[in-house]
T-cell receptor, first 112, second 113 residues
């Protein structure tokens, strides 16, 4: 079973601070996705990274896929209350027939 | 709006009762999934259907059955509910794994007493 561990599990910061969330595995993934989930809703896709070493930016969010495609990070610059939510990474392996493996999640709270 | 529709949104069952969670997508996606989400455990795959006419077990299939009724609909059945099945259940669909994201429904919050 492929496992994806996220750290930290919980993060409470003030508006304007920077933060990094990590997603680590001992397995290689063909691609990795990040989702954000708000209370009472399903997760929503933020980004997909497919190439080792790839960096993608989405406004204040920067996503990086590790060179060996075993890990990923999400960096948020100048966090805002609207960034509050549960962040989930998910790895895809083309050898496992259409399945994604989800990480354990990082719950972020940004306060004024 | 296009997307994944789940019904019901909330349900309370007594131990031993049965029920079916319904899921339908209107995006012409081939693959559909059922996940459960429990605190601190992320999303765990129960069953999935890679294409119409096929279903396969995921990580935690015990106590559940599924039916891929057609390309749009994928239902999850609890034959004899147990308190351990108290969870939030999400249905998702995807056009192509690894290149596009899952589209999730808004979930069914199930409590078994």
């Amino acid at each position: 079973t492929q496992l994806l561990e996220q750290s930290p599990q919980f993060l409470s910061i003030q508006e304007g601070e920077n933060l990094t969330v990590y997603c680590n595995s001992s397995s290689v993934f063909s691609s990795l996705q990040w989702y954000r989930q708000e209370p009472g809703e399903g997760p929503v896709l933020l980004v997909t990274v497919v190439t080792g070493g790839e960096v993608k930016k989405l406004k204040r969010l920067t996503f990086q896929f590790g060179d060996a495609r075993k890990d990923s990070s999400l960096h948020i610059t100048a966090a805002q209350p609207g960034d509050t939510g549960l962040y989930l990474c998910a790895g895809a392996n083309t050898g496992t027939a259409s399945k994604l493996t989800f990480g354990t999640g990082t719950r972020l709270q940004v306060t004024l | 709006n296009a997307g994944v529709t789940q019904t019901p949104k909330f349900q309370v069952l007594k131990t031993g009762q049965s029920m079916t969670l319904q899921c339908a997508q209107d995006m012409n996606h081939n693959s559909m999934y059922w996940y459960r989400q429990d605190p601190g455990m992320g999303l765990r795959l129960i069953y999935y259907s890679a294409s119409e006419g096929t279903t396969d077990k995921g990580e935690v299939p015990n106590g559940y059955n599924v039916s891929r009724l057609n390309k749009r609909e994928f239902s999850l059945r609890l034959e004899s509910a147990a308190p351990s099945q108290t969870s939030v259940y999400f249905c998702a669909s995807i056009a192509r794994v690894g290149y596009y994201g899952y589209t999730f429904g808004s979930g069914t919050r199930l409590t078994v007493v």
